[in-house]
Nanobody
Framework: VQLQASGGGLVQAGGSLRLSCAAS????????MNWYRQSPGKGRELVAS???????DYAESVKGRFTISRDNAKNTVYLQMNSLKPEDTAVYYC???????????WGQGTQVTVSS
């Protein structure tokens, strides 16, 4: 399974970005697609997760500002990020948790930088 993330960039505080991550390969139907982020000197943090049936979960710090969604036909997950803050600056990683095979797959990171 391969994951390809895109959509990062530089944005001013208060702005918006949309991240995308497309998965390819053999994927079990029961899975979750996730976005994590990691900023310098900090551990990797789960930002948002969405199950194959659409159940979502968010970190408290992004609730009300970020929206995760997915297109199962395209095996693609999106992260719409609004009202961005400088503290959202990080490398964002997508991952897929495959419940059938019990495996986690990771994409390459995409840099999000929010200027004040």
């Amino acid at each position: 399974v391969q994951l390809q993330a895109s959509g990062g960039g530089l944005v001013q505080a208060g702005g918006s970005l949309r991240l995308s991550c497309a998965a390819s390969g053999r994927i079990f139907s029961a899975n979750a697609m996730n976005w994590y982020r990691q900023s310098p000197g900090k551990g990797r943090e789960l930002v948002a997760s969405i199950g194959s049936r659409g159940t979502t979960d968010y970190a408290e710090s992004v609730k009300g500002r970020f929206t995760i969604s997915r297109d199962n036909a395209k095996n693609t997950v999106y992260l719409q990020m609004n009202s961005l803050k400088p503290e959202d600056t990080a490398v964002y990683y997508c991952s897929l948790t495959d419940y059938g095979f019990g495996l986690d797959y990771w994409g390459q990171g995409t840099q999000v930088t929010v200027s004040s």
